[in-house]
């Protein structure tokens, strides 16, 4: 099973500060990497797949970058709505598995 | 319109079953490949399950092998989770899953094992 580990697991920032969160995979998997965010008590929401496209309605400030074991997910400038979780899911195979998220709090 | 209902969560004792069901509608479900997604509460999100499109492949997390079973039903746009053995740990959101280009999740289905 592929364990993707991410980091940090809280990052506390201000509205209109840059985010950079970090999943890593115990093994390659390729561009097969998806990034998801996800508010209390709501389902999650698919921000990028194959590690670097947007999802569809999803704005410019969300960016994915990286293949193989190492990925980034950057907000370029944080807006309210965007404090959250967000976990990375591979999908090189079929069990797809997640990271154990990243909290994006206010400071 | 696009959606994925879920329906079958509630209260069971350890030991004890339960089966989930998942409708689909708005897409045509036979295409697609299906997935089950758990969160237990204030946790994170956890693979449970997947199946493909003509229930070919059948693939399980460690946590659930043996004890879960996850089917379909095409001609009813239906996916299901039989679960069995329930453990305490099992207790979580269950969300059936579309996972793609474009994701399609259900709103998710509480299942809680206590005594």
């Known amino acids: 099973e592929i364990v993707l580990t991410q980091s940090p697991a809280t990052l506390s920032l201000s509205p209109g500060e840059r985010a950079t969160l970090s999943c890593r995979a115990s093994?390659?998997?390729?561009?097969?990497l998806a990034w998801y965010q996800q508010k209390p008590g709501q389902a999650p929401r698919l921000l990028i797949y194959?590690?670097?496209n947007r999802a569809t309605g999803i704005p410019a400030r969300f960016s994915g970058s990286g293949s193989g074991t190492d990925f980034t997910l950057t907000i370029s400038s944080l807006e309210p709505e965007d404090f959250a979780v967000y976990y990375c899911?591979?999908?090189?195979?079929?069990?797809?598995?997640f990271g154990q998220g990243t909290k994006v709090e206010i400071k | 319109e696009v959606q994925l209902v879920e329906s079958g969560g509630g209260l069971v004792k350890p030991g004890g079953s339960l089966r989930l069901s998942c409708a689909a509608s708005?897409?045509?479900?036979?295409?697609?490949?299906m997935n089950w997604v758990r969160q237990a509460p204030g946790k994170g999100l956890e693979w449970v399950s997947s199946?493909?499109?003509?229930?070919?492949?059948?693939y399980y997390a460690d946590s659930v092998k043996g004890r879960f079973t996850i089917s379909r039903d095409n001609a009813k746009n239906s996916l299901y989770l039989q679960m069995n053995s329930l453990r305490a740990e099992d207790t979580a959101v269950y969300y059936c899953?579309?996972?793609?280009?474009?994701?399609?999740w259900g709103q998710g289905t509480m299942v809680t094992v206590s005594s």
């Open positions: 899953a579309r996972v793609g280009r474009v994701d399609i």
């Open positions: 708005g897409f045509t479900f036979s295409s697609y490949s």
């Open positions: 199946i493909s499109s003509s229930s070919s492949y059948i």
């Open positions: 093994q390659s998997v390729s561009s097969y």
């Open positions: 194959d590690a670097s």
């Open positions: 899911q591979q999908r090189s195979n079929w069990q797809r598995t």
